[in-house]
Protein backbone atom coordinates (compact mmCIF):
# COMPACT_ATOMS: atom_id res chain seq x y z
CA UNK A 1 0.00 0.00 0.00
CA UNK A 2 1.55 3.27 -1.00
CA UNK A 3 0.87 6.42 1.14
CA UNK A 4 -0.92 8.33 -1.31
CA UNK A 5 -3.43 5.43 -1.07
CA UNK A 6 -3.51 6.53 3.04
CA UNK A 7 -3.79 9.84 2.58
CA UNK A 8 -4.55 11.84 -0.95
CA UNK A 9 -6.43 15.38 -1.99
CA UNK A 10 -9.87 13.78 -1.54
CA UNK A 11 -9.41 12.49 1.65
CA UNK A 12 -7.85 16.14 2.72
CA UNK A 13 -10.70 17.79 1.34
CA UNK A 14 -13.10 15.91 2.65
CA UNK A 15 -11.69 15.65 5.95
CA UNK A 16 -10.93 19.82 6.08
CA UNK A 17 -14.73 20.16 4.51
CA UNK A 18 -16.11 18.17 7.67
CA UNK A 19 -13.45 19.08 10.21
CA UNK A 20 -14.06 23.31 8.95
CA UNK A 21 -17.89 22.89 9.18
CA UNK A 22 -18.11 21.36 12.20
CA UNK A 23 -15.72 23.96 13.29
CA UNK A 24 -18.50 26.66 11.92
CA UNK A 25 -21.06 25.33 13.77
CA UNK A 26 -19.49 24.86 17.34
CA UNK A 27 -17.80 28.32 16.83
CA UNK A 28 -20.96 29.90 18.19
CA UNK A 29 -21.14 27.80 21.05
CA UNK A 30 -17.86 28.14 22.20
CA UNK A 31 -18.08 32.08 22.19
CA UNK A 32 -21.01 31.91 24.99
CA UNK A 33 -19.73 28.92 26.95
CA UNK A 34 -16.12 28.43 26.45
CA UNK A 35 -15.81 25.36 28.76
CA UNK A 36 -17.28 21.92 27.65
CA UNK A 37 -17.23 22.61 23.67
CA UNK A 38 -13.37 24.23 23.87
CA UNK A 39 -11.26 20.90 23.44
CA UNK A 40 -13.48 20.07 20.49
CA UNK A 41 -13.41 23.24 18.93
CA UNK A 42 -9.86 23.14 18.84
CA UNK A 43 -9.54 19.49 17.89
CA UNK A 44 -12.14 20.57 14.69
CA UNK A 45 -9.37 23.83 14.14
CA UNK A 46 -6.26 21.72 14.50
CA UNK A 47 -7.74 19.43 11.89
CA UNK A 48 -9.07 21.68 9.46
CA UNK A 49 -5.73 23.40 9.42
CA UNK A 50 -3.82 19.98 9.22
CA UNK A 51 -5.97 19.03 6.44
CA UNK A 52 -5.26 22.47 4.44
CA UNK A 53 -1.26 22.14 5.47
CA UNK A 54 -1.71 18.74 3.71
CA UNK A 55 -3.54 19.96 0.51
CA UNK A 56 -0.76 22.72 0.11
CA UNK A 57 1.90 20.17 0.45
CA UNK A 58 0.68 17.30 -1.87
CA UNK A 59 -0.20 20.21 -4.46
CA UNK A 60 3.36 21.62 -4.10
CA UNK A 61 4.79 18.22 -4.40
CA UNK A 62 2.59 17.02 -7.22
CA UNK A 63 3.65 20.24 -9.27
CA UNK A 64 7.43 19.83 -8.51
CA UNK A 65 7.73 16.46 -9.12
CA UNK A 66 4.71 15.28 -12.32
CA UNK A 67 4.93 16.94 -15.48
CA UNK A 68 1.63 17.14 -17.07
CA UNK A 69 0.12 19.70 -19.97
CA UNK A 70 -1.28 23.01 -18.94
CA UNK A 71 -4.54 22.24 -18.53
CA UNK A 72 -4.39 20.53 -15.04
CA UNK A 73 -2.59 24.02 -14.03
CA UNK A 74 -6.12 25.44 -13.32
CA UNK A 75 -7.18 22.45 -11.12
CA UNK A 76 -3.55 22.71 -8.96
CA UNK A 77 -4.07 26.47 -8.63
CA UNK A 78 -7.63 25.84 -7.18
CA UNK A 79 -5.85 23.25 -5.17
CA UNK A 80 -3.45 25.62 -3.93
CA UNK A 81 -6.18 28.71 -3.15
CA UNK A 82 -8.70 25.35 -0.71
CA UNK A 83 -5.64 24.29 1.29
CA UNK A 84 -4.59 27.79 2.04
CA UNK A 85 -8.80 28.62 2.81
CA UNK A 86 -8.38 26.01 4.88
CA UNK A 87 -5.17 26.27 6.86
CA UNK A 88 -4.36 29.76 6.93
CA UNK A 89 -8.11 30.84 8.94
CA UNK A 90 -8.27 27.97 11.20
CA UNK A 91 -4.28 27.94 12.14
CA UNK A 92 -4.69 31.17 12.99
CA UNK A 93 -7.86 31.01 15.19
CA UNK A 94 -6.03 28.05 16.60
CA UNK A 95 -3.04 30.13 17.60
CA UNK A 96 -5.27 32.64 19.17
CA UNK A 97 -6.79 29.83 21.26
CA UNK A 98 -3.80 28.61 22.78
CA UNK A 99 -2.03 31.66 23.61
Known sequence: MRPRDIWSLRHA?????????AALLLWPVYSVTQGPVGPLFMAALAV???CGVSILF???VDLATV???R???PA???D????ALLAIPAG??????VQ
Open 58 to 60: ITA
Open 92 to 97: AALASL
Open 13 to 21: TRAGFVAGL
Open 80 to 83: LALG
Open 76 to 78: RIF
Open 48 to 50: TAF
Open 67 to 69: RRD
Open 71 to 73: SIL
